[in-house]
Each structure stands twice: as structure tokens, then as C-alpha cells.
């Protein structure tokens, strides 16, 4: 039976602002709802693995709808980091920061991480996935033009992958494609699977 067909008696909420990240669960043939949005405190322990932080981060995200959820809701929450040179490269607060940011990815490989965590009244659960991105050397006028014209400003290391700078400066990914867009549909497919 396909899953779409097993969560039937279901009623799959996703919680989050992103665009992308709705495009992706759509791709899945999935049904779902926008859950209403909750604030979370997105703060980590200082001595946490950079590697734990996704994870850690969706599990706080999940935990400020755990009073919300009705029998039979399957709620989904994620969070993405982008992990380069030793440190996490959040959203950018502004174009210097952004700058910075692509300057650092420049010529280097760097990792995303997305934690997700399925919750039901009764349950929850987390995974995280990891993928590796490598640019080629990119010039200052490069990184500037991509910041002036597509604002990357609401992404994680300041870029998205589906777009211009996707195309022209991305030489290699190991791992999921889509995890760099914010949400591993493959292996959520998969873990839904085994979650219901």
C-alpha cells in the first residue's frame, strides 16, 4: 500500500514558514496542512556538536506544538544548518553578513544538515541528514550580483540551491539534493513509512 493511501486516516501538518520546503512535501504526492505557527527558541547548547544542532533545533520546534496536536495528527518540523569552517552559517542579518557568508563558502566544501521530527500525541521521533556542497572559487562581483538580485537573506548560509547561484557556482553535492533545499524528502518518505 502507498503511503499516501496510509495516512488516510490521518492528518499530516507541516510547521513552517518556507516555501520551499511546502514545495518539497507536495512533490511527495502527500496531503497535508500548514500547522499554525508556533515560536520556538531557537538557542543550542554552546559544547553541542555542530553536527547535533538541525536536530536538536527541530525537536524544540516540535515541542512548542506538542499541547496542539489531536489523536491521528502527524506533525512534521524541520530546521537546516549549513556548516562551514568550523561554524554554523544561519540566516544572514544583513548584505555585509551575507557577503561573508559566500566569501567563506567560496572554493570549499561545506555541510548541510536538516534535523526533522515527526510528532504524534503519543510519540516523537528525529532524524538528521547530511550532505556535503562544494563550490568553485567565486568572484566578489558574483557573490554581489546573487545577493543584490536574490536577496537570500530568509536562507540558511545565505544561498539557494535552486537558484542562479545553484546553477553557475555549485561543482559537486554528495548526498541529497533536496536536503539542501531544507527538507530530505527521500528519507522523510522513508521514515514516515516506518512512523505510522
Known amino acids: 500500500m502507498l503511503l499516501k493511501d496510509r495516512l488516510k486516516h490521518y492528518r499530516l501538518l507541516l510547521a513552517s514558514k518556507s516555501p ?33 544542532v538541525a536536530e536538536y533545533l527541530s525537536k524544540l520546534k516540535s515541542d512548542a506544538y506538542a499541547d496542539t496536536l489531536s489523536v491521528g495528527d502527524i506533525l512534521i518540523t524541520a530546521d537546516t544548518v549549513v556548516i562551514a569552517s568550523g561554524e554554523i552559517l544561519g540566516k544572514p542579518h544583513d548584505r555585509e553578513d551575507a557577503v561573508r557568508m559566500l566569501s567563506t563558502l567560496s572554493g570549499a566544501t561545506h555541510e548541510v544538515v536538516t534535523g526533522v521530527t515527526l510528532r504524534t500525541t503519543d510519540k516523537a521521533q528525529s532524524f538528521s541528514c547530511h550532505s556535503k556542497v562544494t563550490f568553485r572559487d567565486l568572484t566578489s562581483e558574483e557573490i554581489e550580483h546573487y545577493i543584490d538580485t536574490f536577496r537570500p537573506y530568509d536562507k540558511a548560509g545565505a544561498y539557494g540551491i535552486q537558484e542562479w547561484i545553484g546553477y553557475v557556482a555549485i561543482s559537486g553535492i554528495e548526498g541529497s539534493f533536496y536536503n539542501v533545499m531544507g527538507l530530505p524528502v527521500q528519507r522523510l518518505y522513508v521514515e514516515l513509512e516506518k512512523f505510522v
Open 20 to 52: 520551499r520546503r511546502r514545495e518539497l512535501l507536495a512533490g511527495c504526492g502527500l496531503e497535508f496542512e500548514i500547522a499554525e505557527g508556533r515560536d520556538a527558541e531557537e538557542v543550542f547548547p554552546a559544547d553541542m556538536p555542530l553536527g547535533d
